[in-house]
Structure formats: C-alpha cells, structure tokens
C-alpha cells in the first residue's frame, strides 16, 4: 500500500470529482478497484514466499501474540503496521508449517519479549516505540542491541524452553547452558547480533513470563 498510496489517492480523488450515479463515476470507482485489488495480490505474493521460505527453513517457528488494535492507535504507525498483515503472516505460517512437518509456538502478548534483556534477563520497566536501541540497565550486563534482535533473541530462547519443557530460558551465551550449541531449536544462531559492553563472563539466563498460548 505505500509504494501505491500516490496512485490509490489520485484514483480516490478522480471518484470523489464524478456525479454520483453516472457512468463516469461507475469507471472511476472501478479503477480505484482494481488500484486495490493489485496492491492486495503483490501483499498476498510477498507473504505467501516469506511464509514458505520460512517454514521450509525451520522446524520450529515462535510467534509472538501482539495486541495490534492497540499499535493501531499510534498514528504515525498505524498505516505501516495495517499494511503488514501480521494476522494472515501467522495463519499462512500454521499450516504450512504443519505441512512441512514443523511447528509453530506462539507467546502470549504479555511476554515482555522487548523489555527482557536477552543477556542477562533483566527486564526494563518501560519501553517507548521511538527507541529502537536496546539498553540493559543491569551495571553486570550492559548489553546494547536492537530492539527486535534482541526480542527475537528472548523469543527463540523462550521456545527452547517450551520445547523442553523447562521454566527457564536457556543462557545464549558463552558459559551458559547453551555453549555446547551454536543453533537454537528454531536452527538460528544462539548468537545475537549485539555488542556487549561491560560484561561480566557468564551472562545470565532470561526467564520467560508466560506459557503457549
């Protein structure tokens, strides 16, 4: 949708100048139709190859359950995040991961996946959207790493311990439980793409909040 907001706007505002009724409103609405049609289709496409890819990739897959009605409400975000069709992305990556013999685990959403530090567990008590760098306030830890890289790091640790039926996470770094493993059970790195500052030589484990959804 944003890369054919410019057209969809211009074909809305070509409806809005024809006489209700008449045939040349009949085409314009048609035109702006067919606009969305086309931008449904090339979404559809992009999540429907992302969603195969993955599921083929990966034997397990870990989701995380969002309130989006709520992200909806900031409305410097709201076009982009409707536009992602997170809804369909994990449908589509429940039956075909099925299909391939996979499985996907989802989060509640109120597993603080963001807030966690995914080095040592701590966990932050607020978190705005507009920082997009992750800063652990533990003086032992220090870590610093992207917002959603350190998310997806809480969340595949998080399914490590589902899978094993464990109450713990699984330390990620050198010196924890998981150092014998360079893959988690997803098939990703244990390894986030972080830099640690200030850290001691074991680092902790995160501790996951909630259960499967």
Known sequence: MRDARRQVAHLQRAVSRTE??????????GRLGRAHARVGAV????????????ARAHAVIVVEDLATTNLLKNHHLAAAIADQGW??????????????????IVADRWFASSKTCS????????????ERTYVCGSPACGLRADRDVNAAANLAAWGEAQLAGSAQVGD??????????GLHACGGSNEPAVTLTGASGEAGTSRPRTRVA
Do not use: D
Not at 20 to 29: H, T
């Open 20 to 29: 209700k009724g008449s045939a040349n409103r009949g085409k314009a609405i």
């Open 43 to 54: 979404r559809g496409n992009a999540l429907h190859t992302f969603t195969a890819r993955l």
């Open 87 to 104: 809804g369909e992305l994990a449908r589509q990556l429940a039956y075909k991961s099925a299909r391939h013999g996979g499985k996907v």
């Open 119 to 130: 080095g040592c567990g701590w966990v932050r008590p607020k978190l705005s959207l507009s």
């Open 172 to 181: 990620r770094h050198p010196g924890g439980p998981s150092e014998g493993s």
